[in-house]
């Protein structure tokens, strides 16, 4: 009976790749996907909350704001008082989100499974990657709970989330920085 059950298992249990190719396809299909979450790094741990429509984001966590409108990326720190523009690249996005990591994966990562409901991605071209390992688990509900990124340094950042839900359109200023909202910041071009 054992034998059984194990079998029906495996054959229900989802591949790394459906895996990620289902929450993918969740998160390009969906209007706007929030989520709130908290980050372990070796700097310590900060609780936050995410909005996400396509590639763009914006999200606030601890002393930090950002927003993401598909090009350019502001970060906002509230102790320095200052707001660093840039145009990031898909290293640069996974380390701001991780939940980028399930745009682009097919090409940028070799995939395996680290056991059930958990995929793990290696950069396929280590020499243009900061990125050496993603661990992704999955929940019952096909979104990710937790996401491991340890980068070529050593340093790692653990992402759980703890709740995550579909909503409608939002507006496109809701993924840029909004200068009339924070006058005193100073404005650091890296473009």
């Known amino acids: 009976m054992a034998m059984l059950v194990m079998s029906v298992w495996g054959a229900l249990a989802a591949t790394p790749r459906e895996l990620l190719a289902g929450a993918a396809e969740k998160l390009s299909k969906a209007a706007s996907v929030s989520a709130t979450f908290t980050m372990r790094t070796d700097n310590g741990q900060v609780r936050g909350s995410?909005?996400?429509?396509?590639?763009?984001?914006?999200?606030?966590?601890?002393?930090?704001?950002?927003?993401?409108?598909?090009?350019?990326?502001?970060?906002?720190?509230?102790?320095?008082?200052?707001?660093?523009?840039?145009?990031?690249?898909a290293d640069e996005l996974v380390e701001s989100n991780p939940f980028m990591l399930l745009s682009g994966y097919q090409t940028r990562f070799n995939i395996a499974s680290g056991g059930a409901d958990t995929a793990v991605l290696t950069p396929k071209n280590k020499?243009?990657?900061d990125i050496s390992k993603a661990v992704i688990m999955f929940g019952k509900n096909g979104w990710p709970h937790k996401i491991t990124v340890t980068f070529g340094s050593g340093a790692s950042a653990v992402v759980t989330i703890g709740s995550i839900t579909m909503g409608k359109t939002l507006p496109a200023a809701t993924f840029r920085f909004d200068p009339r909202k924070y006058p005193e910041a100073e404005i650091i071009d890296l473009r």
């Open 127 to 129: 020499a243009v990657s």
């Open 50 to 89: 995410m909005q996400m429509a396509g590639r763009s984001f914006a999200l606030t966590a601890g002393e930090l704001s950002m927003w993401y409108d598909g090009k350019t990326q502001w970060v906002y720190s509230v102790t320095s008082g200052e707001v660093n523009v840039s145009v990031p690249d």
